[in-house]
Structure formats: structure tokens, C-alpha cells
């Protein structure tokens, strides 16, 4: 597929990176944007070589929403029935390696859902997220009312869905919202060097770690637990959990090769 508002790239032939490319717009998510980062990260996702992926922006902006020009004249039958807004947004929950997004600038609205839908977040020091649907006589609608309350708390989630502020990368961090914040220019390295560690393990292992931390907001804790447990007694099935311990215990460095 050829891609006009994504750019496309892998690194070390391991990571595959999706730049969101409509700088005039500030990366305004349209249904042809979103298309496009769903079949890469697709793509990527079906690529044995791929370990891990990266989504990033600009530097001024990650994401600033849904576009809210083409969003102005639609009607409900548009967004219910013909699924205008929402099509292909929770794509990105369907892709069991890991996401990370690295954001710098803007992330605000649908560009701070799509950061959550990804598995964590690095952010630069000029980062800025918010839920400002509200300014616009609508609320969130790609699960920023039900992501943001689980990773910051009800008081900093109703805060940000009720008055439309901004929170900088240093609230950031201290909510829980992002993993990390790093000096803008260092962005990209400190992605691309959490891609790589993720790209050392077992596939399998990292896919099954991804896939139990998920079902923590899915579930209760006994059911979580449980879940967990499971996947862990899978885990001893696998080449790799043998080569994993054999390493540790003849000190040395393990080879997985995600079997
Ligand atoms: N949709 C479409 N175009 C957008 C946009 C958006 N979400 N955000 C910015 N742009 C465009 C602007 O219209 C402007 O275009 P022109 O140069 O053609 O006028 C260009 O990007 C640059 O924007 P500004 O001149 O406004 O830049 P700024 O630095 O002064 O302000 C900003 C930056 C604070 C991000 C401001 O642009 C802004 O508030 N944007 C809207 C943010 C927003 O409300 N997002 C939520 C959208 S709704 C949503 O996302 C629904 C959902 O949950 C799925």
C-alpha cells in the first residue's frame, strides 16, 4: 500500500516506525490517516522480523485530534451508521506486539487516545496532552473518557474531560500517563534503544506479557491472576523458556528464536 499521511520505516530491520506526516494540520487523524496506520502497523504486526513498533509526530505536534474540519458538517448517520469517526481506531488494539509512542509536541483529543491505545508512552519535554473535545460540544470518542481515568485517576481524568487543559510532560509523568520524559532531541534514540531491548526477548515471551498486562483492565484480579497464570504455565512449552534459563544458568547471553 502506498501511504500518503504516514511515513514508513524499520530500524536495525526489527522496528517498525510510523511517522504521522500532515504537518500543516498538526497530524489532524482523518479516516484516510487512520486507514494508512492501520495497515502498517498491521503489516508490521504479520512481519516475523518486526519485535516491536514506534508511532511518533512532529516535533510541534503528535497528534492534535480528529480533524476537526472535515468533522464539522457530519451528521449522526455519518458517525453511527457509516462509522466515519471511529473506523479503524481501535485497529491499534488488535496488534499484539508492542506499540510504543513516542510523542513530542501536541497530543490532544484523538492524538492522546491513540497514544493510549499504545502499550506505553515516551514523551519529550515539550509535550502536551489533553482531552479539549469538550471546548467543542463533544466529549472523547476514541476511549479517552474510560483510558484516561485507568492511567491518571478519576480527579486528574474528570479535571482534564471537563475543562479541556493541557497537561505538560512533567504532570504527565507524575499522573502515570507516560513511562518516561526525556529532552526533545533525545526522543527518537531513547524509543528506538526501549524498541530494541523489547526486539532481545521471545517474541512469544513479550507478546504473552503484553497480552497479561491488557487483560488487567479487563478484569477482576482473580480472573486477571489467573489469566496470568495460565500464560505462564504456556510459557515453559516454548524453545525460548528453555534457552532463556540455559543462558542465565551457563552464564551467558540467551538467543531466542521465538519458538
Ligand atoms: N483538526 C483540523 N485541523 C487542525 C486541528 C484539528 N484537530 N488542530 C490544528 N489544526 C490546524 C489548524 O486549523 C491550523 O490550520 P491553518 O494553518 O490552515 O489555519 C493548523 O493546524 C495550525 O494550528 P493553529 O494555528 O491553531 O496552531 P497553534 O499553535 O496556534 O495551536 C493547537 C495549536 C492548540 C493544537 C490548536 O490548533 C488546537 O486547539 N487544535 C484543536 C485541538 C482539538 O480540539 N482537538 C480535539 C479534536 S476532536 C477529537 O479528537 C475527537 C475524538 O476524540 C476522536
Given at each position: 500500500m502506498a501511504y500518503e499521511l504516514i511515513e514508513v520505516r524499520t530500524e536495525a530491520?526489527?522496528?517498525?516506525?510510523?511517522?504521522?506526516?500532515?504537518?500543516?494540520?498538526?497530524?489532524?487523524?482523518?479516516?484516510?490517516?487512520?486507514?494508512?496506520?492501520?495497515?502498517?502497523?498491521?503489516?508490521f504486526d504479520a512481519d516475523p522480523a518486526i519485535g516491536c513498533m514506534i508511532i511518533t509526530g512532529s516535533e510541534k505536534a503528535f497528534a492534535a485530534g480528529a480533524d476537526i474540519g472535515a468533522m464539522a458538517s457530519w451528521s449522526?448517520?455519518?458517525v453511527y451508521k457509516d462509522d466515519y469517526i471511529t473506523r479503524n481506531w481501535e485497529t491499534i488494539r488488535g496488534i499484539r506486539k508492542?506499540?510504543?509512542?513516542?510523542?513530542?509536541?501536541f497530543a490532544?483529543?484523538?492524538?492522546?487516545?491513540?497514544?493510549?491505545?499504545?502499550?506505553f508512552i515516551i514523551a519529550a519535554d515539550n509535550a502536551k496532552f489533553g482531552q479539549p473535545e469538550i471546548k467543542l460540544g463533544i466529549i472523547p470518542g476514541a476511549g479517552g473518557t474510560q483510558r484516561l481515568p485507568r492511567a491518571i485517576?478519576?480527579?486528574?481524568?474528570?479535571?482534564?474531560?471537563?475543562?479541556?487543559?493541557m497537561m505538560d510532560a512533567a504532570e504527565a509523568e507524575r499522573s502515570g500517563l507516560v513511562s518516561r520524559v526525556v529532552p526533545l532531541?533525545?526522543?527518537?534514540?531513547?524509543?528506538?534503544?526501549?524498541?530494541?531491548?523489547i526486539c532481545e526477548f521471545s517474541q512469544i515471551a513479550v507478546m504473552a506479557a503484553k497480552e497479561s498486562v491488557n487483560r488487567a483492565f479487563e478484569t477482576g484480579l482473580?480472573?486477571?491472576?489467573?489469566?496470568?497464570?495460565?500464560?505462564?504455565?504456556?510459557?515453559?512449552?516454548?524453545?525460548?523458556?528453555?534457552?532463556?534459563?540455559?543462558?542465565?544458568?551457563?552464564?551467558?547471553?540467551?538467543?531466542?528464536?521465538?519458538?
Open positions: 530491520g526489527k522496528v517498525g516506525i510510523v511517522t504521522l506526516n500532515r504537518p500543516k494540520q498538526l497530524n489532524a487523524l482523518n479516516n484516510q490517516l487512520m486507514d494508512e496506520l492501520g495497515a502498517a502497523l498491521k503489516s449522526f448517520k455519518d508492542p506499540v510504543i509512542a513516542a510523542v513530542s509536541g490532544l483529543g484523538g492524538g492522546c487516545e491513540l497514544t493510549m491505545m499504545c502499550d485517576g478519576k480527579a486528574k481524568a474528570m479535571d482534564m474531560a471537563l475543562t479541556g487543559r532531541d533525545k526522543l527518537m534514540d531513547e524509543a528506538l534503544a526501549a524498541a530494541l531491548v482473580s480472573d486477571g491472576v489467573m489469566f496470568e497464570r495460565r500464560m505462564f504455565h504456556a510459557l515453559f512449552a516454548t524453545a525460548d523458556q528453555k534457552e532463556g534459563m540455559d543462558a542465565f544458568v551457563n552464564k551467558r547471553k540467551a538467543q531466542f528464536r521465538n519458538e
